[in-house]
């Protein structure tokens, strides 16, 4: 079982972040199978690509290129040092470049989500994360590790559910507010994750 991470600001923690992988959805288990429901469209589409959050990252890529040689142990949490090193992270970060290689794609990818917009009790669109935490109790990941979904019609989804989201993928960097996401996807299907369920 995966234990909530304490909120904290700290360098080790928003380093950390960058190292976190889809690995950790292996072990997951959504509570509620039955809370949403194919639509008619989404099972006449071609079958669609099952992704890693690796797969985003364009291979030649390093999100702690530019710090590996940083102290990073020694800057003390809450210092100037620090600040100015998050600083300079988040615009590294923010900037991560995307696979455009993955454009037009109909693909299917776990995630964590982080709400963005209601239509009343439900949810419209949300960022689709590979981590438990990312954007609500740590800093957010690099772009291309964050995926803006669209959903067609409003679902009732909660803060860090664990979902399958299943559409096309479109290359769209998005100041959203909780992170730079440089994925979008119109989502087709969005359902519960489940641990047995790998590579279609």
Known sequence: MIKRPT???SVTLALAAASL???????LWVASPNAWAQSAAARTAPVPRTLTWEELVPKNWDPMAMFRDKP????????????????????????APTRDDLKGQRVRLPGYVVPLDMVGDKLQDFLLVPYFGACIHSPPPPANQIVHITLKKPQTLRTMDVVWVTGVLGIERQDT??????????ADVVEPYKAHEGKR
């Open 72 to 95: 990073t142990a020694l800057i003390r949490e809450g210092s100037a040092a620090e600040r100015e090193l998050m600083r300079e992270m988040r615009e590294v970060w923010d900037k």
């Open 7 to 9: 909120p904290r600001r």
């Open 21 to 27: 992988s889809s690995a950790f959805l292996g072990t």
């Open 177 to 186: 507010g909780m992170g730079v996401s440089g994925y979008a996807i119109n």
